[in-house]
């Protein structure tokens, strides 16, 4: 899927996805700063101001960054470390409240399955809570798994190439 891109989500609103550029940090300080609910399980933003202005800083400089705008606002973040050496980078994506539930989640990270194809990627995984069955049955959509053990926080991962035997 190529970026940029427009889309409509289920409200009609028009949706602009492109990549991060140093220029939006400000905006996508804000959408964390005003993110609920922030926590500090299953990769939630951190409550802590300066613990998540610092969890930002390493966001922007170490992952490929996905935004969705609306309005000119930053209303979705999708994060993946495609630089990452193991091949295995872990998936972050965060919608604003408002913008929940009407299908940007889905293109987001139907999008970010392509960019982790496009960069070689074997696999990528992310860890969710059990309860959270919305992120789940948006992750099951894009064809997410689950591994390893039953708990309240249970990773799931989408296999993009098998290892050669
Ligand atoms: C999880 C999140 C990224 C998903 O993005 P989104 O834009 O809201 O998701 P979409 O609208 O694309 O898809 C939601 C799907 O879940 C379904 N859904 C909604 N509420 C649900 C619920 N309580 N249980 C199960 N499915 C639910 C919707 O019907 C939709 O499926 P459909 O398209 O087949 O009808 C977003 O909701 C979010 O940021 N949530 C808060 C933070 C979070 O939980 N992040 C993930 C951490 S791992």
């Given at each position: 899927?190529?970026?940029?891109?427009?889309?409509?989500?289920?409200?009609?609103?028009?949706?602009a996805v492109r990549a991060y550029a140093d220029s939006d940090y400000p905006d996508l300080i804000e959408m964390y700063d005003s993110f609920e609910p922030k926590g500090l399980e299953a990769g939630l933003p951190p409550p802590d101001d300066v613990t998540r202005h610092k969890w930002i800083d390493q966001i922007v400089s170490s992952?490929?960054?996905?935004?969705?705008?609306?309005?000119?606002?930053v209303?979705?973040?999708?994060?993946?470390?495609?630089?990452?050496?193991?091949?295995?980078?872990?998936?972050?994506?965060?919608?604003?409240?408002?913008?929940?539930?009407?299908?940007?989640?889905?293109?987001?990270?139907?999008?970010?399955?392509?960019?982790?194809?496009?960069?070689?990627?074997?696999?990528?995984?992310?860890?969710?809570?059990?309860?959270?069955t919305c992120a789940i049955r948006v992750f099951k959509k894009v064809r997410f798994k689950f591994k390893g053990e039953i708990s309240v926080e249970r990773e799931m991962e989408l296999i993009l190439r098998k290892e050669m035997q």
């Open positions: 899927m190529a970026l940029p891109f427009q889309m409509r989500d289920k409200r009609r609103r028009i949706i992952l490929f960054n996905v935004l969705a705008f609306h309005g000119g606002r209303v979705g973040h999708a994060g993946l470390d495609i630089s990452d050496l193991s091949g295995c980078p872990e998936y972050l994506v965060f919608m604003k409240q408002g913008f929940r539930n009407f299908g940007i989640g889905t293109r987001l990270s139907e999008t970010m399955k392509e960019v982790a194809k496009g960069a070689g990627c074997k696999r990528i995984w992310l860890t969710v809570r059990t309860g959270n």
